[in-house]
């Protein structure tokens, strides 16, 4: 079992940049594949960027390709989404999320999700 607490939301004006941190307890992070979701209102929820238990490869969605990043740290336990050039249709709730499976962008395919993380870029 993983548990996932995000932090890092807030308010910022487009252009602007955050980095959220995902915070997970268990001792088995390092073999969970983790990802970023997103999910404005009236909206799904949709894949942000996800990244392998070893930290050497990723997949960003094609919506914030060069814009944002995905990286771990399995000695601190924690995955961050360091996010620039962000643009009003970035706002929505951020959320952390924990699989087994290997490099998967379904968000059904994901057991373990954070309570989300509002960000909310303004015009």
């Known amino acids: 079992q993983v548990q996932l607490v995000e932090s890092g939301g807030g308010l910022v004006q487009a252009g602007g940049s955050l980095r959220l941190s995902c915070a997970a307890s268990g001792r088995t992070f390092s073999s969970y594949t983790m990802g970023w979701f997103r999910q404005a209102p009236g909206k799904e929820r949709e894949f942000v960027a996800t990244?392998?238990?070893?930290?050497?490869?990723?997949i960003i969605a094609d919506s914030v390709k060069g814009r944002f990043t995905i990286s771990r740290d399995d000695a601190k336990n924690t995955v961050y989404l360091q996010m620039s050039s962000l643009k009003p249709e970035d706002t929505a709730v951020y959320y952390c999320a924990a699989t087994l499976l290997y490099m998967t962008t379904n968000r059904h395919d994901y057991a373990h999700w954070g309570q989300g993380t509002q960000v909310t870029v303004s015009s």
């Open positions: 990244i392998t238990w070893s930290g050497g490869s990723t």
